[in-house]
C-alpha cells in the first residue's frame, strides 16, 4: 500500500507541468508543433524557405540553435492594428512555431516600445483568429502532422 501511494505521489508532478496537446485547435493554444522524420538543420532550412516563399521577411536567425523569427509583420483588422513575428525553433523530428504580437497604437497614439512583443493564445476574437490562420498556413506550407500546444 505504502509503495503505491508513493509511485502516486511521485508521478504526480508530471501531471501537474504536462502540456495540453491535441490535434485541434483549442483555447489557450501557444504554439503549433510540427512533427516528422528530420533533422533539426533540414527542419531549420524548411521552416526558413517557408516563411520566405509565403511572403515574409527573415528576422533574426541563429544557426547554431536552429532558431529564426521573421521580421514584423503589419495585420490590420476591424478592432486591431498590430504587429506580428513568428518564431520558429526546429529540432530533430519537430519543429515549434510561436506567433507574437504587439500592439502599434496605444491611447495616446504613439507606438508602444520596441522590444514588447507577447505571445498570443487561441482565443474566440478576431485578432487571435487571424494569427493562427497565418499560423496554420506556415505550418502546412512547411509539412508535417500539426499538433497544437499549450
Known amino acids: 500500500m505504502k509503495k503505491s501511494i508513493l509511485t502516486i505521489l511521485a508521478l504526480l508532478p508530471i501531471w501537474a507541468f504536462a502540456q495540453k ?19 533539426a538543420k533540414e527542419n ?59 500592439r502599434l497604437n496605444n491611447l495616446m497614439g504613439e507606438l508602444g516600445p520596441k522590444e514588447t512583443f507577447e505571445p498570443t493564445p487561441f482565443t474566440k476574437n478576431k485578432l487571435s483568429k487571424d494569427v493562427y490562420l ?5 505550418a502546412r506550407a512547411i509539412g508535417g502532422k500539426i499538433i497544437y500546444s499549450e
Open 134 to 138: 497565418r499560423l496554420e498556413k506556415l
Open 21 to 39: 496537446q491535441d490535434s485541434t485547435i483549442f483555447n489557450g493554444t501557444k504554439k503549433i508543433v510540427l512533427l516528422n522524420k528530420a533533422t
Open 44 to 102: 531549420y532550412l524548411a521552416a526558413g524557405e517557408s516563411l520566405v516563399s509565403l511572403e515574409y521577411k527573415i528576422g533574426k536567425k541563429d544557426t547554431e540553435f536552429n532558431q529564426l523569427s521573421s521580421e514584423p509583420l503589419t495585420i490590420e483588422g476591424t478592432n486591431y492594428y498590430r504587429q506580428l513575428v513568428l518564431e520558429v525553433t526546429a529540432k530533430d523530428n519537430q519543429i515549434i512555431i510561436t506567433p507574437k504580437t504587439k
